[in-house]
């Protein structure tokens, strides 16, 4: 739970919150609306720690992580998306090339016996601390992500510098996605966003299983994710009510959903009932969708099924890697090139099940 207490913010004489006592539960969705300088974005940066409070506080539990997406500002550059997106993972990265550090070392013959002995223990601590962490499944959760995402296998090695803005936003957002932040603030997200894009975006939000905390005029996108809507009030006030974008906007207006009426006579403009033939369209259709949704339920299957095989696979040839460290293998010539044969025929393995991961992602995804 994070909560604001007592908090008041001003610039100048104006004053965006006063006194403000408020609090966001685990796991809530919640949109912030109100006028443009009412203080949505500053309420964004004071939770995120980007901008301080003129008095009171923002109390939140240790060890929370957060992840900030800007409405504008955001460039990439220098870095393929998919090198980009990896660095979401940098602590995972730095423990690979610590590893990949120590193999090096361990192949060479003048190192002491007991300078080796420590480097491989050094190599063991590594590796459970990387298998823990899940990172021998690392690649293909970020290509899952980026595909999410709409970028193709090929968009993925391009250099992010050739991406317009709203890709970089996307970029932005895939790489927040896959450090799962513990609480997630999205200022604008679907500005310079196209529909598909938005739709995108919107499944993208729904498997994040973290706090959300979001601004946007896009209200039916709002509609889609938020459960909760914060309404800023300029001048120093936060007003809270239950529900989606739509109940609030019927509150607003003034509006409540009408009672059902007990033996009420049906309808006299009722619709017509429908011919036989309509009728069987209408049962044509709902199968070809049953059928459709079968077809992309048993592909998603499937591509869980591959991921999980290919990282037994990666973790396979890692174990194989760390083995030519050993001194006792890498001076048996005839040894080391049957573990070279091995990783070999697993690295093989393991890019036809990359081509059929992806393969069964598409074929997971609604058909266009």
């Known amino acids: 739970m994070i909560q604001l207490s007592d908090l008041t913010k001003s610039f100048g004489d104006r004053i965006l919150f006063d006194h403000v006592t408020w609090q966001i539960g685990d796991g ?3 949109g912030l609306c109100g006028p443009n300088g009412a203080g949505k974005t500053t309420l964004l940066k004071i939770l995120g720690g980007l901008e301080e409070s003129d008095s009171g506080a923002v109390v939140k539990p240790a060890g929370l992580s957060i992840g900030y997406l800007p409405q504008d ?39 002491p016996q007991d300078e080796h002995d420590a480097m491989l223990a050094r190599y063991a601590e590594l590796q459970d601390r990387f298998r823990l962490a899940d990172g021998y499944n690392m690649d293909l959760r970020i290509a899952t992500v980026l595909r999410g995402l709409g970028f193709s296998p090929e968009d993925a090695e391009r250099p992010c510098e050739t991406f317009s803005g709203g890709w970089q936003m996307r970029i932005a957002l895939a790489k927040l996605l896959l450090g799962r932040p513990n ?88 619709a017509p009932v429908p011919s036989a033939d309509e009728k069987s369209t209408r049962i044509a259709a709902r199968e070809r969708a049953k059928e459709e949704t079968r077809r992309r339920e048993r592909a998603a299957r499937r591509a869980v099924a591959l991921e999980e095989e290919i990282a037994e696979l990666e973790e396979r040839l890692e174990l194989l890697t760390s083995q030519l460290a050993s001194p006792d293998v890498y001076r048996d010539g005839e ?22 991961w992806e393969r069964a992602a598409q074929e997971s995804e609604p058909s266009q």
Do not use: C, W
């Open 73 to 111: 500002g955001l460039t990439h550059s220098g870095r393929t998306v998919f090198e980009e997106a990896s660095s979401a993972f940098q602590p995972l990265l730095d423990i690979k090339a610590e590893m990949h550090d120590i193999e090096h070392k361990l192949g060479d013959a003048s190192v």
């Open 183 to 270: 609480l997630l603030l999205l200022d604008e997200p679907t500005n310079h966003l196209d529909l598909a894009a938005v739709e995108v975006l919107e499944d993208a939000l729904r498997e994040y299983t973290g706090t959300l905390l979001l601004i946007s005029h896009d209200r039916a996108f709002l509609d889609a994710i938020a459960t909760r809507i914060v309404e800023v009030r300029g001048g120093g006030g936060l007003e809270s009510f239950p529900g989606s974008y739509s109940d609030y906007a019927r509150r607003q207006r003034g509006e409540a959903p009408a009672p059902a009426v007990a033996g009420a006579a049906p309808a006299t403009d009722a």
């Open 335 to 356: 040894l080391v090139r049957a573990i070279e044969s091995d990783r070999s025929e697993l690295r093989e393995e393991i890019a036809r099940l990359y081509g059929e």
């Open 28 to 30: 809530e969705r919640v």
